[in-house]
C-alpha cells in the first residue's frame, strides 16, 4: 500500500532566548517546540513542528516514538479518524489522579499533546500524498488571512518610547494590529498603555488585549470599562485560571468587550464547557497542543453552531490553514520579533507572504512550509527519547 505509515518519530527542539519576554502571569526565558514526522511507503513525508512545551517535552516525544509509532506503523494514513481515536485510547500512560503534584492533568496535557502532534503530521502527509495544500483539503474558504503581531511585553525600562517604537515597527511589517500584553500592571496602569498604544497606531490598527488569566473579575472589569473609548478588538483570558467559566461569562456580559478563550483547553469537550457557560465571543483552541487538525475541526463546528468565531493560540504555521478553510475563522497571530520566536524564523524553509494586514495562504501541498534538517540539528534537546 503506497499511503501506508511506515515510521513515526517527534524531536524535542529547544533554544535559549536572548532576552526575557513578560506577561501578565509569566516569563519567557526559552522557546521550545517538537518536530513530528509521519513516513509513508511512498517515500512522502509529513512533518509538522508545534508546541512550547517545556517540563513535559521529552515525555510527549517519548510517547510518539514509542507506544503511538507501533499503534499507527502499517496503517493507511488516510484513516485519520481510526488513528485519532486510537491514540486518544492510548492505555499506555497513567490518568488517574495519583497525587495532588499532578493535579490530574499531566499526563492528560502530555497525551493530548502528543495526538496533536501525530495527527498534523498526517494531514500533512496526506496533503503531500493528494498535492493539495491543507487548507484546501479542509475546505478552502479563503486564501489570505488578516495577521497581527503579539508583543507589547513588559520589559524593564521599557519606556513610551520604545513601545512606540515597536507598534509602529509592526504597521511598517504589513501587519494588521497587535495583541498588547496587559494584566501584568494595574488595570489603571495597563488602560494608560492601550490609551498610548492606540494614540501611536491610529484608529485603523486593530489592537487587543492579552491579560493571560492575571486578573479578579472586578479588576478585569474595571480594566474594561477604562479601555472602552479605545476601540479594543477583543480581551483575551480576562481572569484567573480557577475562575474559567463564571468569570468568564461575568466579564462577557459586563465589560462590553468581547471575550477570548479556548487556548488553555485540551479538548474539544473543554470547548464545549466554555460555549455553554456563554463564556466567550472567540475560541483560540490551539491545534498543537489539543488533539490537532482532527479535534479543531471539531471545536470550530461547535463554535459556529453557537455563533462564536474561531481564532488559533499563535503557531501560525498551523493556523493559517486552519482559519483560511472555515468561514468564522480570524486573525492568525505570529511574534514578529525574531528573539522571541527564533523557530518560526529559522525553521521554515519559507515562510508566507504578508503583506496589506493579511497573509497569504501557502499554496504546496500539505501545510507548505518544509523544514530545514540542519536547524532540527542544532536545537535538538539534549537526552532525546527513542
Known amino acids: ?56 517535552q521529552k515525555e510527549i516525544a517519548a510517547l510518539i516514538n514509542g507506544h503511538f509509532g507501533e499503534k499507527l506503523r502499517g496503517q493507511d494514513v488516510f484513516d485519520v479518524e481510526r488513528h485519532w481515536q ?113 494614540e501611536t497606531v491610529g484608529k485603523d490598527f486593530l489592537i487587543a488585549c492579552d491579560a493571560n488569566q492575571a486578573w479578579t473579575v472586578d479588576q478585569a472589569l474595571e480594566f474594561c470599562r477604562r479601555v472602552l473609548g479605545y476601540n479594543v478588538r477583543w480581551f483575551e ?51 498543537t497542543i489539543g488533539g490537532g487538525i482532527t479535534e479543531w475541526r471539531r471545536v470550530a463546528a461547535m463554535a459556529g453552531m453557537c455563533h462564536v468565531k474561531m481564532g488559533h493560540h499563535e503557531e501560525p504555521q498551523v493556523a493559517i490553514h486552519l482559519l483560511a478553510s472555515v468561514p468564522h475563522g480570524l486573525y492568525v497571530e505570529i511574534f514578529p520579533d525574531r528573539q522571541r520566536d527564533p523557530m518560526w524564523f529559522e525553521l521554515p524553509v519559507g515562510r508566507p507572504k504578508i503583506a496589506h494586514g493579511r497573509m497569504v495562504v501557502p499554496q504546496e501541498p500539505g501545510l507548505g512550509m518544509p523544514l530545514r534538517a540542519e536547524v532540527i540539528e542544532q536545537y535538538r534537546a539534549s537526552e532525546v527519547p527513542v
Open 86 to 198: 486510537a491514540m486518544f485510547e492510548c492505555k499506555c500512560l497513567d490518568q488517574a489522579n495519583r497525587g495532588i503534584h499532578t493535579l490530574d492533568l499531566a499526563n492528560k496535557a502530555i497525551l493530548m499533546q502528543a495526538i496533536a502532534a501525530v495527527d498534523i503530521a498526517v494531514w500533512d502527509a496526506m496533503g503531500k500524498a493528494l498535492e493539495l495544500p491543507l487548507y484546501k483539503m479542509l475546505g478552502g474558504y479563503r486564501d489570505e488571512v488578516p495577521v497581527i503581531a503579539i508583543g507589547g511585553y513588559y520589559e524593564s525600562g521599557k519606556a513610551e518610547k520604545d513601545l512606540a517604537c515597536e507598534l509602529l515597527s509592526y504597521k511598517e511589517a504589513g501587519l494588521s494590529g497587535i495583541k498588547l500584553k496587559v494584566g501584568g500592571l494595574t488595570p489603571a496602569e495597563d488602560a494608560d498603555r492601550v490609551r498610548f498604544a492606540r
Open 237 to 287: 483570558e480576562p481572569v484567573q485560571w480557577f475562575d474559567q467559566l463564571q468569570g468568564l461569562a461575568l466579564v462577557r456580559k459586563y465589560g462590553g468587550l468581547p471575550v477570548v478563550a479556548g487556548q488553555g483547553e485540551i479538548s474539544r469537550f473543554g470547548c464545549r464547557d466554555l460555549l455553554l457557560a456563554g463564556a466567550v465571543d472567540i475560541l483560540n483552541f490551539d491545534a
Open 1 to 56: 500500500m503506497k499511503t501506508q505509515i511506515v515510521e513515526v518519530s517527534a524531536i524535542p527542539l529547544e533554544k535559549s532566548l536572548q532576552k526575557t519576554f513578560q506577561g501578565g502571569t509569566y516569563r519567557i526565558t526559552s522557546r521550545y517546540t517538537l518536530v513530528t514526522q509521519v513516513r509513508l511507503a511512498n517515500g512522502v513525508v509529513g512533518q509538522t513542528f508545534g508546541g512550547d512545551e517545556e517540563k513535559y
